[in-house]
């Protein structure tokens, strides 16, 4: 399922959580927050923006295994709070704010960069 640049991905995955997150994910579980910054190290690092157009500051990958690579580094090193987080970051909210051409769209770029986290998008009410 994988070749050697997914794998040689996983190793950059797996650094990075090694030094970013294992050493702090009990202290932001305990805190009920995790530090903001982490995203924008994961964003530098390639693990987050995956799927984006480098337009809108992702990486413009649109082969989902790199995406699977990071749910099963996240799942090996029990990560949830930040797999959670990273996933509706980068999963959910873009894809939504691109698709759906929202006022909030120019924000896509920040939030790739992991400099900002939406936490809550609202529709319009359904037209009667």
Known sequence: MYGPDHEAYRETVREFLT????????????????????????????????QIDERFGGAGEHDYR???VVCE??????????????????????HYLLDHRTRHRPMIRIIMRGRALL??????????
């Open 19 to 50: 030094r970013e997150v294992v050493p702090y994910q009990h202290d932001w579980d305990r805190q009920h927050m995790i530090d903001r910054t982490v995203f924008a190290r994961a964003a530098k690092a390639g693990i987050y923006g995956l």
């Open 119 to 128: 936490r809550r998008l609202r529709a319009n009410p359904p037209i009667r």
């Open 73 to 94: 580094e996240l799942a090996r090193v029990f990560a949830f709070s930040f797999a959670l987080t990273v996933s509706l970051q980068d999963d959910l909210v873009p």
């Open 66 to 68: 790199y995406r699977m």
